[in-house]
């Protein structure tokens, strides 16, 4: 597994942090996230060919995600 940085439009408070963070660590192969507001990024522990996944995710969240 490789930690990726995502750039996260839509992001503005820590409460978007947590839905984000709470959302994408149920998803069966995240090992970790830690999302940023102020940097608009989230950072995020998967396997490459999981990121297409973890950017329908947040989407669904109401979030435009894309890699950095």
Partial sequence: MKEYVLKVEGMHCEGCEARIEKALQKMEKVEAVKANHQTKEVR?????????????????LGFQGMME
């Fill in 44 to 60: 995020v522990k998967t396997e490459e060919k999981e990121l297409e996944k973890v950017l329908e995710k947040l989407s669904d």
